[in-house]
């Protein structure tokens, strides 16, 4: 069985960036979304992302944005894949994908329609998250069991204390996590971070 990749998100400077590469995260995420907390530059991503090099890969996170900008965004910051939120039409998901490896975000709600339209796609990997991200709320895990779809990634309230228990019953390809890994918005707790690499790669 392949390992469970890490995802740290939320990643706003350069020193949170080189953190969270060394406790071990297989993937940073770079919030652009203009409505987040967590927003950040592309100039600064792009020093974080040249930073890290090529081995973390570095993921762009976009909410209802349009195909330019999320392109820009991401050639700007040096991304390596993209991260895409809202009710957007597949035809978006399809041009994105041309481009980049796309994580499809998706709620619990959408999950078996999305994870049958994206089923074999080999640029689309479905990330189940909370109707809204970034709450720290987990999600019901156990009633998600049937449901979950084989590689795809788990969102919603991950941290040390929880990601065990929530990848024994789910068993997700990567997993997400940011606001139980920050001391406050946009701002990583080291102790924090290495705590859930550890226990994501002890599990």
């Not at 990634?153 to 024994?168: D, F, I, K, Q, T």
């Amino acid at each position: 069985m392949s390992r469970t990749r890490v995802k740290i998100c939320g990643t706003t400077n350069l020193p949170d960036a080189l953190l969270s590469a060394e406790a071990g995260a297989d993937a940073l995420g770079f919030i652009f979304a203009p409505i987040s907390k967590r927003l950040v530059r592309a100039e600064v991503a792009r020093e974080a992302s040249l930073a890290v090099g090529p081995a973390v890969a570095r993921i762009g996170v976009f909410l209802n944005q349009g195909l330019d900008e999320v392109l820009r965004l991401a050639e700007g910051g040096r991304m390596s894949a993209v991260q895409l939120h809202g009710p957007l039409a597949p035809e978006f998901v399809l041009a994105a994908a041309q481009f980049y490896p796309v994580l499809r975000v998706v709620r619990p709600a959408d999950l078996q329609t999305e994870a049958q339209r994206w089923a074999g796609h080999p640029a689309v990997t479905l990330m189940l998250d909370a109707p809204e991200p970034g709450g720290g709320v987990p999600l019901d895990w156990a009633a998600l069991q049937a449901d979950f779809p084989a590689g795809a990634w788990l969102a919603a309230g991950l941290g040390p204390e929880n990601v065990a228990e929530a990848m024994r019953l789910l068993r997700p390809a990567g997993v997400d996590a940011v606001s139980k890994l920050e001391a406050s918005a946009g701002q990583k707790n080291p102790q924090a971070v290495k705590a859930f690499v550890d226990a994501v790669k002890g599990s």
